[in-house]
């Protein structure tokens, strides 16, 4: 089965149980609205025979017009006469109406012929997760990342405390995601190992993808290994670069511990250049230097870099830390 094809038909079984959870949810709105209101239940019946009338008439022979307005008028008050009881009873206007997820498509997955725009956020989601799977998003949060760690008498270079600075990284993540918005620039976190990169990356990742975006996290190592992978094998169906380019939010993890390679140069070019053109952020982290960053990648790669949110880490290794206060 075709790569696509898969996702594809996840998404159909994902949109079916999405419409059977709506109308069940909407015979339990009829059943509720009928108990207490239980004359409703006959202005219903109206309404229903009122469809099937139109339809008889529709085959009858003669001129149907008058009989079609007739009838469309009586259901329309029959309607109304419902809504009034519905909103008397302390129930929304449209309290019996069906219910759907997405009201361009009615949760179809077909708009204007095309596959509507939620059914392809469903197919992005899944390959997402799938992307996501080995990653650690769940474990790390903003509540769980401590400032403590951090030393608040040891001053880094611009003579505020290592937590002062970090408080302020921290702030600044926990703010980009709470008004995460398209386009923004993306975050480029740089500091050496230990400090809560990762764990700060991931953090992002999960509280976008908890706000319903697409995230793709990975560490520089493992996404350029994969696109290479699929670019010189043929016989691979994916679209991993296709997926890296559109998600809402990329996070590469470890920038520089990639093996040096040509290739590798220009798949990230292609990647920082293409998702800024979009106004789609990336978060990048790396040991590197700002220096090393410039010696190690082209200007045209470490001018965009630059051009993100730049927040330098500071502290000791919280991974000898932790290990050490066990
Ligand atoms: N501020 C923090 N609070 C709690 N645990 C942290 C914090 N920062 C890092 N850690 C933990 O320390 C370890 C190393 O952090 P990590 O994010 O991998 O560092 P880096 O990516 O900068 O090398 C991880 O297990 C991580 O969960
Ligand atoms: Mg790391
Ligand atoms: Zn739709």
Redesign the pocket.
Known sequence: MSYLKKYYIMAENELSERKMRNEEKRRANIAAAEQKVPQLKELRRGLLSGASKLASVLVSDGDPRSAVQGIAKENMSVRKKINELLISNGFKENFLDPIYGCEKCKDTGIYKGKRCSCFMDIVKNLQCLELNASSAMN??SFA????N??SDTEKALSGKTCREE?RYN?NYCIRYCDDFHLPNNGIL?I????????????AVGGELINKGYSVIYGSAPDLFRKVEREHFDSTLESDTMQLLQECDLLII??LGAEFESKFYLSVLYDLLNTRMNKGKPVVI?T?FTLQELQNRYVGRISSRLFFMENLH?YGS???MI?KFSE
Do not use: A, Q, V
């Not at 769980?144 to 400032?147: E, G, R």
């Open positions: 474990l790390c769980s990342f401590d400032l760690y951090y970090m921290l976190m500091g050496g190992t230990g400090l809560g990169k990762t764990h700060l990356s991931l993890d470890d982290n040991n880490f290794d919280i991974r932790k």
